[in-house]
């Protein structure tokens, strides 16, 4: 086992001048300047600034640096499961989570968390109302979240607050007390075409795909103008299907996954 690790140390420090001379460097990605060599000075040795520095150009210039990230993030997600990064949440079955959405289940009471979402129901409904003054229409939706829709996907179960509600229950709490009439509501729009067995999210995305957002924009143009609505959205008769990248798993490295599928639409100015 000792010659093993001899053996690796000293490979690891030829592979790095190697990789340095065929030109295999750092890794990009990181959207900065890499580290140059620093100058050498006997008090600059001596002060700290030369071990620092040449620390951050080893780092940066270490030509298997960037191979050896992937690696590990390949092996922390498919090996260990585990996340490369805090932002990402690893679901069930190849489902990504940005780690904000559990901010939504925060264990706050909810006192205090109704009392702002009523401050701000109230305030869109007197906008409602001066609108309809002035002549106008307010139309409003409050998209939920990927975990709302697909919680049997979520790494563990939605931590929920004291009064077992998250932040959009309050939000439909607080319309019952002071309604608007331009209100859209699409969680349960979005999971009745989710029973019928459509995917609406992307896997590794946060957003919906194409399917969600036609749901959503017909329920939205429908409420604009429920006479002509279909003259302004129309869809191709082919779905075929496509996929992409989503952005969680942007986040955590090019790991193999695909975002779920996509529907192509097109819409009709």
Not at 177 to 194: C, E, M
Request: proline share 5%; with cysteine; hydrophobic share 40%.
């Amino acid at each position: 086992m000792r010659n093993f690790i001899i053996i690796l140390f000293l490979l690891l420090f030829t592979v790095h001048p190697t990789g340095l001379i065929v030109g295999v460097g750092s890794d990009d990605s990181e959207n900065r300047a890499s580290a140059s060599m620093p100058d050498f000075s006997v008090d600059r040795l001596f002060n700290g600034e030369f071990i620092q520095e040449f620390e951050s150009y080893f780092n940066d210039n270490f030509s298997i640096r960037a191979p050896l990230i992937s690696a590990k993030k390949w092996i922390d997600f498919h090996i260990f499961r585990t996340s490369p990064t805090n932002k990402v949440l690893i679901g069930k079955d190849g489902w990504l989570f940005y780690n904000y959405t559990i901010l939504n289940y925060h264990t706050q009471s909810c006192e205090r968390r109704a009392r702002a979402v009523i401050t701000t129901v109230k305030r869109l409904q007197m906008l409602e109302r001066e609108l309809e003054r002035a002549g106008k229409m307010l139309v409003l939706t409050v998209a939920p979240n990927k975990a709302t829709i697909y919680p049997e996907y979520f790494p563990k179960p939605l931590p929920l607050s004291r009064c077992g509600k998250s932040q959009y229950d309050l939000f439909l709490e607080a319309l019952r007390y002071f309604p608007i009439k331009g209100f859209v509501r699409l969680d349960t729009l979005l999971l009745d075409a989710k029973s019928s067995g459509e995917p609406i999210y992307f896997k590794a995305d946060t957003h919906w795909n194409i399917r969600g957002a036609e749901l959503a924009s017909k329920a939205l143009l429908q409420r604009i103008s429920p006479e002509s609505w279909e003259n302004f959205f129309r869809l191709e008769d082919d779905f075929p299907i496509r996929k992409r990248k989503g952005g969680l798993e942007r986040m955590i490295g090019d790991l193999g996954l695909t975002s779920g599928i996509n529907f192509r639409s097109k819409v009709i100015p």
